[in-house]
């Protein structure tokens, strides 16, 4: 099983325009080879410098899909983090996070960053941003690249298939 984190969008901009917002932060934080393009993430997708595989794409959720019936977001652009087990798994988040947190910043909109439909990292509801109450997830380093204001609040999917 590939360790993934999903950050999905319920934004009024396109997938090219989140693909293009992406690769800006990710060009700026140093993590993409200068020579990526935005086209690239809505292709085959793009590895970090460090080995974390990300692609971005229009998802189709089902209405039984566990973002739409448990968190009341309905994704319209989705962005997949697969990490490279091979590697410094912690490292690899802490780029999952300046990422998202990035993407937070520009793009407008519902937002959840998950790990498999088991834990809900982030969940953002129009200004309102909120982070797990796990502090293995979110230690110091990690909380001081996140947005300003948020809060801790633990949300979870239900135990239903």
Do not use: C
């Not at 997938?15 to 690239?40: I, K, P, S």
């Not at 080995?51 to 448990?70: K, M, Q, Y």
């Not at 439909?117 to 979110?138: H, M, P």
């Amino acid at each position: 099983m590939s360790i993934s984190h999903g950050f999905n969008l319920a934004t009024s901009m396109s997938v090219t325009e989140v693909a293009d917002t992406l690769n800006d932060v990710a060009q700026g934080g140093r993590l993409f080879d200068a020579t990526t393009q935005a086209a690239d993430l809505l292709s085959e997708g793009v590895a970090t410098r460090f080995g974390t595989w990300i692609r971005v794409f229009s998802p189709n959720p089902r209405p039984w899909n566990p973002l739409v019936t448990d968190l009341r977001i309905t994704p319209t652009v989705s962005v997949v983090f697969r990490l490279d087990k091979t590697t410094d798994l912690r490292g690899q988040e802490d780029d999952v996070v300046r990422l998202v947190s990035g993407l937070l910043e520009r793009i407008p909109g519902d937002a959840v960053l998950q790990y498999h439909y088991e834990t809900v990292w982030l969940l953002r509801r129009g200004d309102e941003l909120s982070l797990n109450e796990r502090d293995d997830l979110w230690p110091a380093d990690r909380l001081a690249v996140v947005p300003r204001p948020f809060s801790r609040e633990t949300h979870e999917f239900s135990d239903e298939d």
